[in-house]
């Protein structure tokens, strides 16, 4: 496998190889260069062990992913891959862990901690949780408490997208509005903004295919946003819901065991203990809050976990897509998120559709959490087939009620959609170029129900009623610089905590605390209030004369402390970073939650923006370079890197950096044959060994140096060299046809040097007469702090080495010839099956590039 790195000015990544396979392990390896960090917090979020490196904060989050069984889940899904993606995340992986050992971020040294060992399962893992909220199945917690305080009828006083959903706009034009004849795509996912990003821009170049987009970090291939010279396409969060929740009653059998009533009776549940997080699985699903001490517990059951697949299989066929057709093809099998999905292709086809993978079940269930031991609630299957809609020279995709509307229960208000829809709309003919006002615009059309109650306020105090006049006369443009954006942005706050202080609300505060913290966004009520405002003021939810009152309060509480704050100076980012940065100072934002420019505080509890365009595009059909793309921050995560913030100022002004494709203007990072595992063998009770060949020019050689120049390393001779003097013998080892040396890693911990030789290319030949299917054979462990204290490690390493030689190879025997002085490597070999056959004098071999002194050595052989 051959592969070539290359940067463009942003420091972007343009990998090309050979085949898909050498591509994705280059994919992988990169990622991990650039984004180490990022990919060790998301493995021990997967696994729920953020907090022993983030601290105590996390720990909800661990205790959620432990009891979902986000890893196991993973592994099943991994399991069910055909052999084809199985193959391929495998080289992703591979290339990961490659990377990984050369990595290097000053954050490992901060938490004291190091990258940790990927299983082939963790690609599947991250995703899965990184996208297990998006349905927003802790929603029905809340409706099922509005219902039982409030009534069934109020609630939809807050079907609304909210503080713990995320979103995306996206937006197709067709070739007959565009001044190239071609389509254009483009948009911009709205997620909470991270620090790294969320997406990586990368290119994934190879004889079958050649794609640029965005991808998730840890997660092969481009799955959300990818153009591929021929055929584009982009997706936004379908706000469908395809997560249930029951109400499970659990009990402890005398046997010590968990049983669970389902509608047949009560059954046996899954239950163990791990990190002192007791773990229950239902035949239902995980159970998330409660468990068989209280007898109560509510389950979640969701697709990946009951169908044992993410929808991995789409993205190696996303990679090969040429048409719209093969684009739908491969979104037939996406699993989840569940999405809305536009293409376009230079060959004038079209799509508009929804893809994932959503339960049949009652309608009941989309709403709130449904008793586990009644037979109506059970899943049917899967629906089928999902809702498309056509595309008439334009199509919006912004989280609406749009085509998903029969799958969702909670949408995003219609503004942003319309709002892009009039905008477009309004040009006879658009290019890439203008796309930068769509992305950038600030009305703020939810705006009007709080000021036309402004409008209807009189006998006002004198300083109230000039806000009401700057008001009324503000443009509705949430600009970063408006200082009458940033008033109006303070009397919606005053009436968000007003209404939600109001009597009618009463019985809905308070109730986070009853459940786990994961879930306490969607049950926090001013932030309901907050995204429900518009709502609540233009409805029947309370009486007039209250509405009125409480605007009245908060506009005389905001005139009372006159400011002449912009919006930006309320509204400025805040990114989310596994280990926050105190003295970070971030810059004011334009926009609005319900703004084409969606970034969203909280109203009423914080202006700080930590949602927000989480990358923007734009595809054009006619000519890849004439797109462009840009993400928050940078292409690296690396702090201090040139490229780990030079993104920031094109974000904030809503400019692209431009795609370029042409590999002659990009400049080569690296040419490399990558170093892959020879052999691999998983063994019982310790792990999976590999043996890979030693990369003399990577990292490999600082381990090499750090055993070779111990005292207990002295009969290998090279206690008194250099490093540079050691990896010069390994380079010129690497020249060698008959000579070949490699690390042997246990879960990807470098545990043994193991070099091989061709005895007839090799001084022992004088000693002995070489037989057919000769191999020669030297062995370093690692100090025992790598793995060698484990019991029966050395004999285990001994086994899978002559594994290799003899089942890899298809040798017939191995040769040894340790040092006679060197009696614990001698014992070693007998002890495991070698047969001496006496001592040996090896001569002097004294050549320009190696020296080796003579030698008087014990021969021994090992065959079957």
Not at 144 to 152: H, M
Not at 207 to 220: K, N, R, S, T
Not at 251 to 273: I, K, M, N, S
Not at 640 to 666: I, M, N
Request: proline share 7%.
């Amino acid at each position: 496998m051959r592969f070539d790195v290359f940067r463009d000015a942003w420091g972007v990544p343009h990998l090309r190889a050979g085949d898909a396979l050498s591509l994705a392990y280059a994919q992988g390896r990169v990622t991990a260069a650039d984004r180490a960090w990022q990919l060790e917090v998301e493995r021990r979020r997967l696994l729920g062990t953020s907090a022993a490196a983030l601290g105590a904060e996390a720990a909800g989050w661990d205790r959620f992913a432990r009891q979902a069984r986000l890893a196991d889940t993973a592994r099943r899904c991994y399991e069910a891959l055909d052999a084809d993606t199985r193959a391929w995340v495998d080289a992703y992986t591979d290339g990961v862990g490659a990377g990984l050992r050369t990595a290097h971020a000053p954050e490992f040294a901060r938490t004291g901690t190091a990258p940790g060992a990927w299983e082939p399962w963790t690609p599947l893992g991250i995703w899965l949780s990184t996208h297990v909220l998006f349905a927003g199945f802790p929603a029905k917690l809340w409706r099922e408490e509005v219902v039982a305080r409030l009534g069934r009828d109020a609630v939809d006083l807050f079907a609304t997208d909210g503080p713990g959903t995320a979103g995306s706009n996206g937006w197709l034009v067709d070739g007959a509005r565009t001044t190239s004849g071609a389509p254009l795509i483009a948009g911009d996912p709205h997620r909470f903004i991270e620090d790294p990003g969320v997406y990586q821009q990368i290119r994934l170049a190879c004889p079958e295919f050649d794609v640029a987009g965005l991808a998730v970090p840890g997660v092969p291939g481009i799955g959300h946003f990818g153009h591929a010279g021929d055929v584009a396409w982009a997706i936004t969060n379908a706000m469908a819901d395809y997560q249930d929740l029951y109400r499970e009653r659990l009990r402890r059998t005398p046997g010590g065991g968990v049983e669970a009533l389902g509608p047949d009776g009560w059954q046996p549940a899954h239950a163990h203990t791990e990190a002192g997080v007791e773990v229950v699985e239902t035949a239902r699903g995980v159970v998330v809050i409660g468990g068989p001490d209280t007898g109560e517990g509510i389950s979640l059951r969701q697709p990946a976990r009951v169908f044992a697949d993410l929808g991995f299989a789409a993205l190696p066929a996303l990679l090969r897509a040429r048409t719209v057709a093969d684009v739908d093809r491969a979104f037939d099998r996406w699993a989840e998120p569940v999405n809305v999905v536009l293409a376009a292709d230079t060959a004038g086809g079209l799509l508009h559709r929804v893809a994932g993978t959503v339960p049949d079940r009652d309608p009941e269930n989309r709403l709130r959490v449904v008793p586990a031991w009644e037979e109506r609630y059970a899943w049917r299957g899967r629906t089928a087939p999902l809702p498309r809609a056509e595309v008439d020279g334009i199509a919006v995709m912004a989280n609406e009620r749009g085509p998903a509307a029969p799958l969702g229960v909670e949408f995003a208000p219609p503004h942003r959609a319309r709002r892009i829809t009039g905008l477009l709309a309004g040009r006879a003919r658009w290019d890439a170029d203008g796309m930068r006002a769509v992305h950038t615009d600030t009305l703020l059309p939810s705006a009007g129900p709080l000021l036309t109650l402004v409008g209807e306020l009189d006998a006002l105090s004198p300083a109230a009623a000039a806000l009401r006049t700057a008001l009324l006369a503000w443009d509705r443009h949430m600009s970063a610089g408006s200082v009458r954006a940033a008033a109006y942005a303070r009397v919606r706050g005053a009436v968000v905590r007003r209404i939600a202080a109001h009597d009618r609300f009463a019985p809905l505060t308070g109730l986070m605390p009853a459940y786990p913290e994961v879930f306490r966004p969607w049950l926090a009520l001013v932030p309901r209030v907050a995204f429900g405002l518009e709502n609540l003021l233009s409805g029947g939810a309370l009486p007039y004369a209250d509405r009125s009152a409480a605007v009245r309060a908060a506009l005389e509480e905001v005139a009372a402390a006159p400011s002449d704050a912009t919006w930006g100076t309320l509204h400025r980012l805040a990114p989310w970073q596994a280990l926050p940065d105190p003295d970070a100072a971030w810059p004011g934002l334009d926009g609005d939650h319900d703004c084409v420019l969606s970034t969203s505080g909280v109203p009423g509890v914080t202006e700080l923006s930590a949602r927000g365009p989480a990358a923007r595009y734009v595809w054009d059909l006619a000519d890849r370079e004439n797109s462009g793309w840009a993400v928050p921050f940078g292409a690296s995560g690396l702090p201090g890197d040139p490229h780990h913030r030079d993104q920031l100022p094109l974000w904030l002004r809503g400019e692209l950096a431009p795609l370029v494709t042409d590999f002659d203007r990009l400049t080569l990072i690296e040419e490399r044959h990558p170093v892959t595992d020879v052999y691999a063998q998983d063994v019982e009770g310790f792990g999976t060994f590999r043996i890979t060949p030693l990369d003399p020019d990577g990292t490999d050689i600082d381990v090499l140096h750090g055993w070779v120049s111990e005292e207990r390393a002295r009969f290998w001779g090279m206690t008194g060299l250099g490093r540079d003097d050691v990896r010069g013998v390994y380079a010129h080892m690497a020249t060698l046809d008959t000579h070949h040396a490699y690390l042997v890693r246990l879960d990807g911990t470098p545990v043994a040097l193991f070099q091989t030789y061709e005895p007839e290319a090799d001084r022992v030949s004088e000693c002995y007469p070489v037989q057919d299917g000769d191999i020669g054979a030297h062995l370093l462990v690692a100090p025992s702090g790598a793995a060698g204290a484990v019991p029966g490690f050395t004999g285990t390493l001994v086994s899978v080495l002559a594994g290799y030689l003899l089942d890899g190879l298809g040798r017939r025997r191995i040769v040894v010839e340790p040092d006679a002085a060197n009696a614990k490597a001698v014992a070693l070999f007998a002890r495991n099956g070698f047969v001496p056959a006496g001592e040996i004098v090896l001569p002097e071999v004294d050549l320009p590039e190696v020296h080796l002194p003579q030698k008087r050595a014990v021969l021994a052989f090992y065959t079957r």
